[in-house]
């Protein structure tokens, strides 16, 4: 505010006194840091700054409550990390504490895109996002996990023999941003079976002591008509138009037990049809990805039941589906397809609130929704299931289930994926990247340099209805159990 009888008032002392309106009418924002000083050991150093000083201001550490105004940042709402101003994690000058960037919690059902590198701090972040869901919503978790990393969330996060722990400064933002560490109480293990898999049964799986472990495997009984396209990979387009429609002669004939994959290839092969319904080559076509995908022993397992979804979305319980145990990547999607589609189908007619808010966590996305598919028919039905899966996360809002993508290639992910999110969390990225996100998104330039250099576990926050800017942080150490490697 630039009246004559503010005129001789420092900035500083219109903060004390609560008149912070000029905060909101003097742009300061997206100009060019100009240079900020500070007090080291008796004397002054200069240092970056990253936005313009009020005209009056000789030199002002923003508290929590003027950073949140400037930004837009809400005051509540689970916290993403610590605040960064240029390579500076930065306190409040008040009460000493770390400032904390937190995200508005109805924004979390508008879901998330986490990129970076390897080794940059994804799967931590994933983590403590799993940790914020369960304390913010009490709500229910699925994760989709590539390399068994997740079930050891059910054991306690720091232990006494670790060859790593968290320093003093990562326990004070901890405490500052009020996040404690813990483990998650109820991990429930899904495992597909498969008969080649040995007999050591759940023993052999075990990891964490107080997770529990469930097998299923895919029932083909149980899969609606209109479902079945997002299940067999690689058909051409006449065979997903006639396939429901053989699903369902099929299941006329037979009672639900006996409606197996195996049963249905089988009658497939043996039955005749009118040239007009099927053609030959259609059919052949079909046998054909039949047959592979019986070889991946997915389905119809013999004492084995499926997945039933209401177990899935229990609060507060974690659900991580070990996908590592599967060698063949097309399997590792038709089993992520089935999850998504159980959950589809229960959340999105969930009018009256039964079950939990639900996360549903896609670490390594790009291997579920790959950009680039030389097949031409597999082609097809990956953009089949990403369509889907866009359809699922628009009406997910409101429904309340939040989807969460990682990926270290950001290159290789299917690029319909980054319009379906709200906030992007990028952690350190090559140059390469910076480029092909640069297609896909706007990236405002001076961010480029920045991206580049990133430090493990920093990362900058886009999200618009969150923050006017993107926001640089600090990840506070993994709040649930994590493996933690040394650096060279
Ligand atoms: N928030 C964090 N707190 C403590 N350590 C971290 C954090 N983030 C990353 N690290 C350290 O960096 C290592 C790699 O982190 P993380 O496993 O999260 O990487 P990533 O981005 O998921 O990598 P990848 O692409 O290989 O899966 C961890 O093992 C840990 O040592
Ligand atoms: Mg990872």
């Not at 924004?107 to 701090?121: A, C, P, R, S, V």
């Not at 549903?360 to 579920?368: G, P």
């Not at 999200?463 to 994590?482: E, G």
Request: glycine residues 4%; neutral net charge.
């Amino acid at each position: 505010r630039d009246s004559p009888e503010t005129r001789d008032i420092l900035t500083s002392r219109m903060i004390i006194e609560g008149d912070t309106e000029f905060l909101d009418l003097v742009p300061l924002i997206g100009m060019e840091p100009i240079c900020s000083l500070k007090k080291l050991g008796g004397s002054i150093v200069k240092g970056d700054v990253n936005f313009a000083p009020h005209i009056r201001a000789p030199a002002y550490l923003p508290s929590q409550r003027i950073v949140n105004t400037i930004y837009g940042i809400p005051n509540e709402g689970p916290a993403y990390g610590a605040i960064m101003f240029g390579d500076d994690i930065i306190q409040d000058p008040k009460t000493g504490e770390t400032i904390a960037y937190r995200m508005r919690p109805e924004l979390l059902f508008e879901h998330e895109l986490i990129i970076g590198t390897t080794g940059k701090g994804k799967t931590a972040k994933c983590k403590n996002d799993i940790y914020n869901f369960i304390n913010t919503f009490g709500g229910s978790v699925v994760v989709i996990d590539t390399h068994n990393e997740y079930s050891m969330i059910a054991e306690d996060p720091i232990k006494d023999d670790d060859p790593i722990k968290p320093s003093q400064s990562d326990i004070k933002i901890w405490k500052d941003l009020k996040l404690s560490p813990q483990k998650i109480d109820d991990v429930l293990v899904w495992i597909p079976k498969q008969e080649s898999s040995s007999e050591g049964g759940a023993k052999e799986y075990t990891l964490a002591e107080n997770a529990n472990l469930k097998f299923f495997t895919i029932r083909f009984a149980g899969i609606p008509e209109s479902m079945l396209q997002y299940y067999l990979p690689a058909l051409s387009p006449q065979g997903y138009y006639v396939l429901p429609k053989l699903a369902k002669r099929f299941r006329l004939m037979y009672p639900s037990e006996k409606q197996t994959l195996e049963r249905f290839y089988r009658w497939l092969e043996n039955s005749a049809f009118p040239k007009e319904e099927v053609s030959d080559a259609t059919r052949e076509a079909i046998l054909r990805r039949l047959a592979a995908i019986l070889g991946e022993e997915i389905f119809d397992l013999e004492g084995t039941p499926d997945i039933n979804v209401r177990e899935l979305l229990k609060p507060e319980r974690v659900n991580i589906v070990r996908v590592d145990t599967l060698k063949s990547i097309v399997a590792r999607r038709i089993i992520t397809m089935h999850i998504i589609s159980k959950i589809a189908q229960v959340k999105l007619s969930d009018y009256d609130n039964e079950t939990p808010p639900t996360m549903l966590l896609i670490d390594e996305a790009h291997n579920y929704f790959p950009r680039f598919v030389y097949d031409y028919n597999e082609r097809e039905w990956v953009l089949r299931t990403v369509s889907w899966v866009e359809r699922i996360a628009r009406e997910g809002r409101k429904f309340r289930l939040r989807i969460e993508f990682s990926t270290q290639s950001p290159e290789d992910l299917c690029p319909s994926i980054l319009k379906t999110v709200n906030t992007y969390t990028i952690f350190g990225l090559t140059p390469l990247q910076v480029k092909t996100l640069k297609k896909f998104m706007e990236l405002p330039t001076d961010l480029t340099t920045l991206l580049v250099n990133l430090p493990a576990r920093q990362a900058v926050v886009f999200a618009r209805s969150n923050a006017s800017i993107p926001i640089r942080i600090f990840v506070p150490w993994a709040l649930l159990r994590h493996k933690m490697t040394k650096k060279e």
